[in-house]
Nanobody
Framework: DVDMVESGGGSVQSGGSLRLSCAAS????????MAWFRQVPGSEREGVAV???????AYLDSVKGRFTISRDTAKNTLYLQMDRLTPEDTAMYYC??????????????????????WGKGTSVTVSS
């Protein structure tokens, strides 16, 4: 099994920044797709950003230019730098991984149910 542990969430004011981290343990895989998702109670989980092992990156349109995804392959750790946060970014943020090389990360961003392993989430609250 793979354990995914997110950290870095918290409460900030609009315009502030947070950096989320996600550490994957229990495997030495260099995961093909590592991604961040978020979910607001009563809404479906949506893909925020995905990093592929070949260097491809994709973002949700509403976070482009504000969020930056990165990964430390040696540590199997995924990051999400979130700048210029708005109240609309308030959600539980989850990291997830998938090891299928057959599709691009953008597919998984739109199909979160296809991810293999998930963390338990870290909460982000942005106040106006």
């Amino acid at each position: 099994d793979v354990d995914m542990v997110e950290s870095g969430g918290g409460s900030v004011q609009s315009g502030g920044s947070l950096r989320l981290s996600c550490a994957a343990s229990g495997s030495t895989y260099d995961y093909v797709h590592m991604a961040w998702f978020r979910q607001v109670p009563g809404s479906e989980r949506e893909g925020v950003a995905v990093s592929d092992s070949d260097g491809r990156i994709a973002y949700l349109d509403s976070v482009k230019g504000r969020f930056t995804i990165s990964r430390d392959t040696a540590k199997n750790t995924l990051y999400l730098q979130m700048d210029r946060l708005t109240p609309e970014d308030t959600a539980m943020y989850y990291c997830a991984v998938n090891n299928n090389p057959g599709l691009r990360g953008l597919y998984y961003l739109k199909n979160p149910d296809q991810m293999d392993y998930w963390g338990k989430g870290t909460s982000v609250t942005v106040s106006s």
